[in-house]
């Protein structure tokens, strides 16, 4: 089973609005990312945790907080958010954070920023 | 810096041919990991084939086979039979350590396949 479950699939906010998104699994994987993808381009990485961990930040705009409560499951505080935040938010897992791991994905979350 | 480069922004096939989706990266590693991913308009990313710069074989996953040619730095992925399911963004991408010693995922910008019956 490679499943990761996100919600919700889609999602519109205000400016002033607080959401979360959710990404889950079950497959035992010690590293999660969160990506943005804007349409007809590639996903953008935006988070690394790697055992619970946050490893990596790309620069990520602190109007989005990630936060991992365990190792199945990884969130995305989102306050304050642009217009141009409008995307589409994929959660990954993999085995551990190695050179060969496969990162499968989850369906995403379609966001659109009022 | 490691780099994908997709040249083909869209293809066409028809129904029951096969069709290779070119790939090629430029890095400095030794040691990396090539990936390719389908993306329906649905938006799920799924993993379809891996092949490790070590392996001397190319990588086969059912109607998938990816073509490696380490020498000339090309990944390419062969659908062998295409189905109408097939239609679908394709994105290559190779796993790097260069980010504090975190293997990271870089993407090429996709080519968006199309299967006419």
């Known amino acids: 089973d490679t499943e990761v479950t996100q919600t919700p699939k889609h999602l519109v906010m205000g400016m002033t609005n607080k959401k979360s998104l959710k990404c889950e699994q079950h497959?035992?994987?010690?590293?999660m990312y969160w990506y943005k993808q804007k349409a007809k381009k590639p996903p953008e990485l935006m988070f690394v945790?790697?055992?619970?961990?946050?490893?990596i930040n790309e620069s990520v705009p602190s109007r989005f907080s990630p936060e991992c409560p365990n190792s199945s499951l990884l969130n995305l505080h989102l306050h304050a958010l642009q217009p141009e935040d409008s995307a589409l938010y994929l959660c990954a897992s993999s085995q551990t954070s190695g050179m060969g791991d496969t990162q499968y994905f989850g369906p995403g979350t379609r966001l659109t920023v009022l | 810096a490691q780099k994908i480069t997709q040249t083909q922004p869209g293809m066409f096939v028809q129904e029951k041919e096969a069709v290779t989706l070119d790939c090629t990266y430029d890095?400095?590693?030794?040691?990396?990991?090539l990936f390719w991913y389908k993306q329906p308009s649905s938006g799920e990313m799924i993993f379809l084939i891996y092949q490790g710069s070590y392996d001397e074989q190319n990588a086969t996953e059912g109607r998938y086979s990816l073509n490696f040619q380490k020498a000339r730095k090309s990944a390419n992925l062969v659908i062998s039979a295409s189905q109408l399911g097939d239609s679908a963004m394709y994105f290559c991408?190779?796993?790097?350590?260069?980010?504090?010693?975190?293997?990271?995922?870089?993407f090429g910008k996709g080519t968006m396949l199309l299967v006419s019956p």
């Open positions: 945790y790697s055992y619970e961990k946050l490893s």
């Open positions: 497959m035992g994987h010690r590293a």
């Open positions: 890095t400095s590693d030794q040691s990396y990991g």
């Open positions: 991408a190779m796993t790097s350590l260069e980010n504090s010693g975190y293997s990271t995922l870089t």
